[in-house]
Structures are given as structure tokens and as C-alpha cells.
């Protein structure tokens, strides 16, 4: 990416040498000294649009996982108050996810108003630079309308005074056909791909198949199908051979050119910008922060393509034999016995190698990773950043190739034109990946299986950990998912039963993590505007029920 990171580092340095100067608070604001000294050049111009790479969501696209039900985190947090119901217009996390929204949105209409004064020979990189910042002011104002429905529609730099500032909410509507015409128009001034050194800049194809995204979400499938199908006919983008290594940092495709299914990452570097995900994930002395739940675990199929109820291969002995003859990418996203893990000590007394792991660990002894469920993530978990604190420098992946043909395949299903052909040139192409049973809609017909509810499996055990899960529920208008109690392994499992000796289960033996979950049916598709926001301006309504 080029100049990104370093650029980025200079910018904050900078603010904070200013900051810590006494005749700070005496300087012109930055954005009136960008206008006087700053929108001269091409040099100066790539500076300003490399700022606006800062508001796209990093390993916060991963913690937003953490609203839906394929994970849960151990305590008491934001995300998890938000997946339980259990919130109200006060919670922070809403506020900051609105305040940084409009953040990088002020940050975009900033530029968008200035980049034009800039003297440059190559119009065309102008253009293309005024691309990619409509691409992320898009991106923006997509997330705010998936939380919050209405928002205020402000495409230029508001200041202090400005009467905008205390505008009304715009409709959802309108926000989106706006949304949608930006990325078609973006996608005609952005390359198909860049070099090496320029890698992570945003792309036609990132910005059809954001578009696929944001269509999807409204229901819009034929627009949905559409942009899909550009991405495909592209021919830039192609699958990873190796689902595993696709989330590890040896395939990170700002490093990798035999990467060519990631389409937009967050790019993370050594000693620049880094991550702590890796030891969050299997923290060696506390608590890890993502547990899957026996709600995912269930989700994979077995290797036969036929569900745990219904297939004669699934064993529930044993801990060991839950994972056995299981869809593949349940071993490359949780992880299994026998695999090499950085949580030290595990819940087998017998076991005295802390590099591999053989059974889950309750006992909070600070000792080793703890899991309230029975399982741990392995996806995305980098092993030699798990000792260390903020080193994780595995980019996160925003959206990638394999998604696109998720996209396509719903939005032929859902318009009624899916076929077995779509099925095979899609969601096959991603079991064969893997060396899973092919999904073959005479077969589901045969087993009883709803070809709805395979796809939308199909999408959950593929994206897993990659933030989607949540905004699938959404819109899928399948809230009663996120009001079940979040559940766990058999307790007949756990070595150290006296671990666990006060931890309740359900009438089947399984453990019973959280209770006291809901969905109100008639607010909880959307986020409440933060009452903070409210209280700055009064002209802002708010969502139904809250």
C-alpha cells in the first residue's frame, strides 16, 4: 500500500508534537491551514486521501462478530449487551460508532471539496483518488444506515455554526440509492488492480463488490446479482487453495501475489500498526475473548453433506469425536485436539506439552486459555503473536472473493433463477476447496434439506470470525437467533469436573453459558440513535420503540 502506513504514522506523530506545544490551541484549525497551504500537489493530495484509510474498520470488523451468535465473549461487554438485547440508547459503543462514522465522513467531504485545486498533469489519478474517497465515505454511510436505518445525509465539510450540523435524519432509502449510484459511478475511475507497492488502495472491484454487499443487505437482488457478476467476469479475482492459510500472515495478500481472492483488507505492519486478535483469540492467562458456540458447532455439516441430526457418520462420544468427519473448515476455524495452540496450559492434567492442545480448560488459574463454551477459535490466530501484547500484524480482511459467489448464489435463489450450474461455478467451488461433499439440490430435495437454509449455512461456516454474521441475521430478519441462551459442550466432556461443578446445563447435559436473552421483534433491527447525539441536537428523531 503505498506510503499508506508510513504517511498515516507521520500524520498522527505530527498532531502530537503540535499537541504538546503551548501555542497549539493558538494555530489556525488544521482544516483552515489544509486550505490555505495544503491542496497544492500530487504529493500533498495522496497524503490527504491516505487520512481517509483510517476510518475503514480494522480487527473491529472482527469484533463485531461478537453481536451475532457464532461467538461470545466471556464478559460483560458492549457487543455482547448488544447480541443479548439487553442495551439502551446510552451504551457507548453506539456513539462511537456514529462519532467515528461521521469522523471519516467530515474527513471525505473535506477532500472531495479541495482535491480538485491541486495541480497535476495526470487528471486521471485525480479522478482516481476522488474514487477512493467516495468509495470510503460510501463505506461509511454503509454501516450507518445498516445500524441505524435514517441518518443525517451530510456530503460536505460541516463546521461549528453550521446550521447542517442540527439537520434531520434522512431517510434510509434515499441514503442507499445514493450509496449504490457513488459505487457504480467510483467503480468506472478505479484499476482493476494495482503493483505491489500500491497494493490495499481501493479497486473497481472492491467497490462492485461493496456494492453486491449493500444490495444484498436491502433486498435489492437483482442489483445484488448484477455487481456480483462483474466482480466474476473481472477475472482479477480466484480462490485461495488454502482456507487455513488464507487467515494466517505466510498468504497476507499485502505480501503474498498468490493471493488473489482478497479484495479489501485492513493491511497491518510490523512495528507501524498492529493488532492484538491473535492472543485475544487464545490468550495463554485469562479468558479467551472469542469462544465459539454450540449454536456454529452444530451449523457444520457433516463430511457427507448432511447434518449432525441426519448423518450416520456424526459421533458425539467424545470431546475428540465432535470434530471428526466434520465439514473440513470446522477444523480450519475451531480448534480441534491434537492441533498446536499458544494457550498453554489446556484442561487435560495428563497433558505436559503446552504447544498442543487435547481438551478444554475451565479452571481460572491464570495458568492457560480459559473457554466458557469448550471451544476456541484457531482461524485468524496467529500462534507467535499469542505470547505478546498488540504485536499481531496479520492484515484482516474486509471482504474477499469467496463472498462475492455467496452473494451471487443468494441472490439467484432468492429472484427464483438459481441453478445447479450457479451452484457449481459458487458455493462448490468453495467445498471443493476444501475437499467437502458438493451441495447438489436433488440430493437436498432427497434428505429434506431447505436449499434457503443450506445457502445461508454455507455463508456462516465461510465467514466465520470475518464480521458478517450479525448483518446476515439482520437482514435475514432472524432476530429469534440472537434470543436463545448461548450454550456450550456436553459437561460430561470436562477432565476436571470439579471446575465446573456450579455451571448449569440444559435438560440434554450441555452447558448453559448465558441466559436472559432477547429480541424485541419491533426495535432490534436497528440500533437506537445514541442519546448522546440526541442531546446535541434535538432535531434528530429516533428509531421505533426506543
Same mark, same amino acid.
Given at each position: ?78 457487543? !455482547?449487551?448488544? #447480541? ?42 485525480? @479522478? !482516481? ?143 507501524? #500498526? ?36 441426519? #448423518? ?26 491434537? #492441533? ?115 445457502? !445461508? ?20 430478519? !432472524? ?19 470439579? @471446575? ?47
Amino acid at each position: 500500500m503505498k506510503n499508506i502506513k508510513t504517511i498515516l504514522v507521520l500524520l498522527i506523530t505530527t498532531l502530537i508534537f503540535q499537541s504538546c506545544n503551548d501555542d497549539f490551541l493558538d494555530r489556525e484549525p488544521l482544516d483552515a491551514i489544509s486550505d490555505a497551504n495544503f491542496w497544492q500537489n500530487e504529493e500533498q493530495l495522496l497524503l490527504a486521501v491516505n487520512g481517509t484509510y483510517a476510518y475503514v474498520k480494522g480487527k473491529n470488523t472482527v469484533d463485531m462478530e461478537n453481536m451475532g451468535d457464532n461467538t461470545v465473549w466471556p464478559t460483560q461487554t458492549s457487543y !455482547r449487551l448488544i #447480541s443479548s438485547g439487553n442495551y439502551n440508547n446510552d451504551l457507548g459503543t453506539l456513539n462511537t460508532e456514529w462519532t467515528e462514522a461521521y469522523a471519516g465522513i467530515r474527513r471525505c467531504n473535506h477532500f472531495l471539496e479541495n482535491y480538485d485545486k491541486a495541480e497535476m498533469t495526470n487528471e486521471e489519478l485525480k @479522478d !482516481r483518488y476522488a474514487g477512493e474517497v467516495r468509495f470510503i465515505r460510501a463505506y461509511l454511510y454503509s454501516y450507518l444506515t445498516f445500524l441505524f436505518g435514517d441518518v443525517p445525509h451530510v456530503t460536505q465539510a460541516l463546521n461549528v455554526g453550521d446550521p447542517e450540523i442540527y439537520g434531520e435524519r434522512n431517510s434510509r432509502e434515499e441514503i442507499v440509492e445514493w450509496i449504490l449510484a457513488e459505487l457504480t459511478a467510483v467503480a468506472e475511475d478505479l484499476p482493476e488492480s494495482y503493483s505491489s507497492s500500491d497494493y490495499g488502495r481501493i479497486t473497481k472491484g472492491t467497490a462492485l463488490g461493496w456494492k453486491s454487499r449493500v444490495a444484498l443487505f436491502y433486498q435489492k437482488f437483482d442489483v445484488a446479482e448484477a455487481a456480483a457478476k462483474e466482480v466474476m467476469d473481472l477475472g482479477v479475482y480466484q480462490l485461495y487453495p488454502d482456507y487455513y492459510e488464507l487467515f494466517t500472515i505466510e498468504s497476507d495478500a499485502s505480501k503474498s501475489p498468490s493471493n488473489r481472492e482478497t479484495m479489501f483488507t485492513r493491511i497491518y505492519t510490523t512495528d507501524i #500498526s498492529m493488532h492484538n486478535l491473535s492472543r485475544e483469540i487464545q490468550v495463554p492467562d485469562q479468558s479467551a475473548r472469542w469462544n465459539p458456540t454450540k449454536s456454529l458447532v452444530d451449523a457444520y455439516l457433516c463430511v457427507d453433506g448432511k447434518t449432525i441430526q441426519d #448423518s450416520p457418520l456424526y459421533d458425539e462420544s467424545t470431546y475428540d469425536s465432535l470434530f471428526e468427519h466434520r465439514d473440513p473448515r470446522m477444523k480450519m476455524t475451531i480448534l480441534s485436539p491434537g #492441533s498446536p495452540w499458544g494457550g498453554r496450559e489446556d484442561g487435560n492434567p495428563e497433558n505436559t506439552d503446552n504447544s498442543v492442545f487435547t481438551a478444554p480448560k475451565f479452571n481460572q488459574n491464570r495458568l492457560g486459555s480459559v473457554t466458557p463454551t469448550g471451544y476456541y477459535f484457531t482461524k485468524y490466530c496467529d500462534l507467535d503473536a499469542v505470547p505478546t501484547y498488540n504485536r499481531d500484524e496479520n492484515d484482516i480482511i474486509i471482504m474477499r472473493y469467496a463472498e462475492i459467489l455467496l452473494n451471487y448464489a443468494e441472490a439467484r435463489l432468492e429472484q427464483g433463477t438459481l441453478t445447479q450450474e450457479d451452484l457449481d461455478n459458487t458455493i462448490n467451488l468453495l467445498r471443493e476447496r476444501v475437499n467437502m461433499h458438493p451441495m447438489i439440490i436433488s440430493e437436498l430435495q432427497e434428505w429434506g434439506m431447505d436449499l434457503r437454509e443450506e445457502i !445461508r449455512r454455507e455463508r456462516r461456516v465461510e465467514l466465520v470470525l470475518e464480521g458478517q454474521r450479525y448483518f446476515d441475521i439482520l437482514r435475514w430478519k !432472524r432476530g429469534d437467533l440472537l434470543a436463545r441462551d448461548v450454550k456450550g459442550i456436553k459437561k460430561d466432556f470436562i477432565i476436571r469436573q470439579g @471446575d465446573v461443578e456450579n455451571v448449569p446445563t440444559d435438560e440434554e447435559g450441555y452447558i448453559v453459558f448465558l441466559t436472559g436473552n432477547t429480541f424485541d421483534e419491533s426495535k432490534h433491527y436497528l440500533w437506537p440513535v445514541p442519546l448522546a447525539q440526541r442531546d446535541l441536537n434535538p432535531n434528530l428523531s429516533q428509531n421505533p420503540n426506543w
